[in-house]
């Protein structure tokens, strides 16, 4: 019998568990896709497993990770977790080569994320769908963040959310609506992220992407980005249900 961890917040929204010095996150995976993401930020294999446990309770299942490194797989395997699905991960160092710049895209400080959210949910299907909690959180995960958008005030066409940490940068985030592709935005938004990733320390941008993504990874591929070889994996808890 395992010792039952705390829980604050109510399903379907942000949990928080708590056990001794253990500590769990989940929310919903998006308003498209069923189930929960879980985070652990302290805590191993028992504690993942008893958190999986009280998500089923509340049929916030399947439960799946965040997308990770392939070292942090095992603790998610021993709690019962097999692999779902994966992503590519693909680096360009930042130094040398100015950005140019383009007047379609902007920062803003105030992000319109109802314009934002209907543009990644026609860019992306089913799982990738991050809705808007997803990407708020994409936008807070690093220490240094910002949403650019592609178009004019209330009429946006596309946009990135970018951010930059410790001499990294990441593109957490690239879509265009489908009518408007194919005339340089996503181009100019990938050279606007990288401008200002330079600008806010960044030696290296790393972004990730679905292997099925094939604009995409050609656009990548076109502005210098190559393929690490490493794959970020999603992982899917499989059972009891
Ligand atoms: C990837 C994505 C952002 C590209 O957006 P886009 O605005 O079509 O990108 P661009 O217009 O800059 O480039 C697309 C093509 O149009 C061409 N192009 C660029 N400017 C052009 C112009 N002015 N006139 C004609 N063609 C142009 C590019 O050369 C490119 O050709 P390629 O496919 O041979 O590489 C878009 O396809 C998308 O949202 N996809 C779904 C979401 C996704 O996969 N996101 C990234 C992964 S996280």
């Known amino acids: 019998m395992r010792d039952i961890p705390s829980v604050e917040g109510s399903w379907p929204g942000r949990l928080v568990f708590r056990r001794g010095w253990a500590r769990g996150e989940a929310r919903p995976w998006s308003d498209s ?17 008893t958190v ?20 942090a797989t095992p603790m998610w395997r021993r709690a019962g977790f097999e692999e779902y699905e994966s992503l590519l991960v693909l680096e360009r160092a930042l130094h040398g080569g100015a950005q140019t710049s383009d007047e379609r895209v902007r920062v803003v ?14 860019a992306f299907d089913g799982l990738w769908r991050m809705g808007r909690m997803g990407l708020e ?19 946006i066409d596309g946009f990135a959310i970018v951010g930059a940490e410790h001499g990294y940068s990441y593109l957490q985030r690239l879509a265009v609506r489908p009518e408007a592709r194919g005339r340089g935005l996503g181009t100019a938004l990938v050279r606007a992220a990288m ?17 099925d993504a094939l604009p995409a990874r050609r656009l990548y591929a076109r502005l210098g980005f190559t393929e690490t070889g490493s794959l970020l994996r999603v992982m899917r808890w499989a059972g009891p249900y």
Request: proline content about 8%; charged content about 15%.
């Open 137 to 155: 959180e994409a936008l807070a995960s690093t220490r240094k963040g910002v949403v650019l958008v592609a178009g004019p005030p209330g009429a």
């Open 52 to 71: 999986c446990e009280h998500l089923a309770g509340l049929d916030a299942t399947p439960v799946h990770s965040p997308a990770i490194f392939a070292s």
């Open 195 to 211: 401008g200002w990733a330079a600008r806010a320390g960044g030696h290296l941008m790393v972004l990730n992407t679905q292997h």
């Open 33 to 49: 896709w069923p189930g929960s993401q879980v985070r652990v930020v302290r805590g191993n294999h028992q504690f993942l497993a």
């Open 109 to 122: 400080s105030e992000p319109p994320w109802d314009e934002i959210v209907s543009i990644d949910d026609a």
